[in-house]
């Protein structure tokens, strides 16, 4: 029986992944480009005996944003504020607030419940228990299959590049201003699995098989 596996899949490309600016709860399409790369990752990775095959998918999460939506479409057949890294900091030395060990894995967004400025954010806080209840449901339903030798208990997550990688860190156990450097391509896919079959041992795959024949 194969171990279940989750797949995590970035939205394609945006004007503002060009420009670096934090998109938040921006509504920004994909670009042309953008949507170019998800086909091309839906075309290599995505059909029967393939890395990700849609007859083993049990749930697929999709966050509502357009460019995530749009994203899912292609695999599967507009807040101005938004502000680059060095805007950010620049602000916050206008405010007198922190910047040299100013960290968005350590200090949260701004205005979350840790209250560090302006704005509708979270604290790492919050989103590590935001995703936690993500990764306790999966959990939950591919533990469920392996103990009745299914394998089409695969998940597939649509989301953004910070949320996914937030939650890589939570699947493997670590805080989210743990120092693990970690890039997701804009269109790209990522895989989340267990070691040795079992839910209480997550673990990253670095690199798998096709399932050919299963």
């Known amino acids: 029986m194969p ?3 989750l797949f995590l899949a970035r ?6 992944t060009l420009t670096g600016q934090h998109t938040g709860v921006s509504e920004i399409p994909l670009t042309p480009l953008g949507e170019t790369q998800v086909a091309l990752s839906s075309t290599a990775l995505i059909g029967p005996s393939k890395h990700i095959d849609p007859a083993n998918l049990t749930k697929i999460y999709i966050s509502p944003r357009i460019r995530a939506r749009r994203t899912a479409e292609l695999l599967i057949p507009r807040y101005p504020g938004a502000r680059r890294s ?7 030395r206008r405010r007198g607030l922190e910047v040299e060990g100013f960290c968005i894995w350590k200090d949260g967004c701004e205005d979350s ?17 935001r995703i936690d209840e993500v990764i306790r449901e999966i959990r939950g339903i591919q533990g469920q299959g392996i103990e009745a030798g299914r394998g089409d208990v695969d998940v597939l997550i649509v989301s953004h590049g910070h949320y996914l990688r937030a939650l890589t860190k939570r699947w493997l156990g670590f805080s989210l201003d743990f120092p693990l450097a970690m890039v997701l391509e804009p269109g790209g896919i990522a895989t989340l699995t267990y070691a040795h079959n079992g839910v209480n041992e997550p673990a990253l795959l670095l690199g798998g098989t096709f399932r050919a024949g299963e």
């Open 86 to 92: 060095k805007e950010i900091l620049e602000d916050r």
């Open 113 to 129: 419940v840790d209250g560090i400025g302006i704005g509708k954010g979270e604290s790492p806080k919050e989103m590590e228990e």
């Open 3 to 5: 171990t279940p596996r």
């Open 11 to 16: 939205h394609g490309e945006t004007a503002w």
